[in-house]
């Protein structure tokens, strides 16, 4: 990895919260609701490339009207965790499959890349100044939620890449995902929406693909289901993703199953640790295709034994039923309403204890930020 090319000038606000009010603001942070007192700013322009580089006041950034984000949607974003470790030092996972995914959702949507090292450094140069919203990492799962997005903010009608980019990191103190703790989530299989079609930006992580699955989702509700699963667009046959987490499939035989990667799927970070986790765990891991009849068959039978869904924000969480247009399956142990299935928790445990510190860090998956 090349050394950073920024340097993250740090301007720390003089009005930032008092410790109580932040405390307070500690205790039960829900997902995406409180921010930190800074944010990581930089621009991009065509003519002097990244500058002004910096950690600032978090506020409302001052956008002209014609911003081509607005009107274009060109942007992209990142989801990271900041941990903090038994010894209070503070940690992140794999900081650099963030990074370089990142640079390839920038290549996707024609925004220029960050390098690996100056996005790494910028989540530290944030992370370090705001090191007192890093909440303890005890049992309970709460972390600083870090977002790294990029869009074009430069103010222009014409269609084509933006010519000036915006940079930023905000950071959110983050308790479990679901609120009301961990248990099964229900899924609306999508018969009238893909999410993702080959030579689209299935794999790129932008803020259109969420924008264009958020009709799905509310389906998904109207049918009493949390979440929305997404077939593949060309057959309507093979099972890709929810809206924004992986799926795994497990069978009675140990064996775990995830699709694979197809190019309208994204990468998780989660996902490609899982892979490896589970194999450790001496579960037999498939990277393949499977399809909604596989998964419907398979749950009725009991052939499928557990399903989940992962992703950085809420780790990985058990899908206790499928339901569709006419008809539902459960998943599992469903007399067990409530329950986590004995893989999906040892998977679950393995990481949330690699990622706070309580195991030994075999494969330097972990970088320290502060
Ligand atoms: C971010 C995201 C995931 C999960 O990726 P992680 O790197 O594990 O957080 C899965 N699917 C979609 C569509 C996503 O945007």
Redesign the pocket.
């Known amino acids: 990895m090349s050394p950073a090319a920024l340097s993250f000038t740090v301007e720390p606000r003089s009005d930032a919260l008092p410790d109580d009010l932040r405390e307070a603001a500690l205790v039960d942070p829900g997902f995406g609701k409180t921010f930190t007192d800074h944010m990581v700013l930089a621009t991009w322009t065509t003519d002097e490339g990244w500058h002004d580089a910096k950690v600032t006041a978090r506020g409302p950034l001052s956008l002209d009207p014609s911003a081509a984000v607005l009107h274009y949607g060109q942007e992209i974003f990142e ?1 990271m965790k900041a941990y903090r470790h038994p010894d209070n030092s503070v940690w992140t996972f794999r900081p650099e ?2 990074a370089a ?1 990142f640079a390839r959702s920038a290549r996707r949507l024609a925004l220029p890349e960050l390098s690996v090292a100056d996005f790494i450094e910028s989540l530290r140069a944030l992370v370090s100044t705001d090191e007192k919203w890093v909440p303890s990492g005890d049992a309970e799962e709460t972390s600083l939620y870090l977002r790294p997005f990029m869009f074009a903010s430069e103010a222009f009608l014409g269609v084509r890449p933006a010519a000036e980019v915006t940079y930023c990191v905000i950071a959110s103190p983050a308790g479990p995902y679901f609120a009301g703790g961990l248990k099964p989530v229900s899924i609306w299989l999508s018969a009238d929406y893909t ?1 993702a079609a080959p030579g689209g930006t ?1 794999a790129a ?1 932008c803020g259109g ?2 924008a264009a699955s958020l009709a799905a989702q509310v389906q998904a509700r109207a049918n009493g289901c949390d979440q929305v699963a997404f077939l593949d667009a060309v057959e309507h046959r093979w099972v890709e ?6 799926l795994f499939f497990v069978h009675g035989d140990g064996t775990v199953v995830t699709p694979e990667l197809t190019g309208t ?7 490609a640790s899982i892979i490896e986790l589970a194999a450790d765990l001496g579960l037999k891991v498939e990277e393949r295709r499977i399809s909604i009849d596989e998964w419907r068959d398979g749950a009725a039978s009991g052939e499928i034994t557990e399903v989940f869904a ?4 809420a780790v990985v969480t058990p899908v206790g039923r499928l339901a569709w247009q006419g008809g539902e399956v459960m998943i599992g142990d469903h007399d067990n309403d409530g329950g986590v299935g004995p893989v999906t928790g040892s998977i679950r445990h393995t990481l949330l204890d690699l990622q706070y510190g309580r195991t030994a860090d075999t494969r330097g998956w972990l970088t320290r930020l502060v």
């Open positions: 989801g499959i963030n995914r999410r299935g992580k693909n969420y993703e929810l809206g924004g987490m992986n799927i994204l990468e998780g970070v989660t996902r992962c992703g950085t924000a």
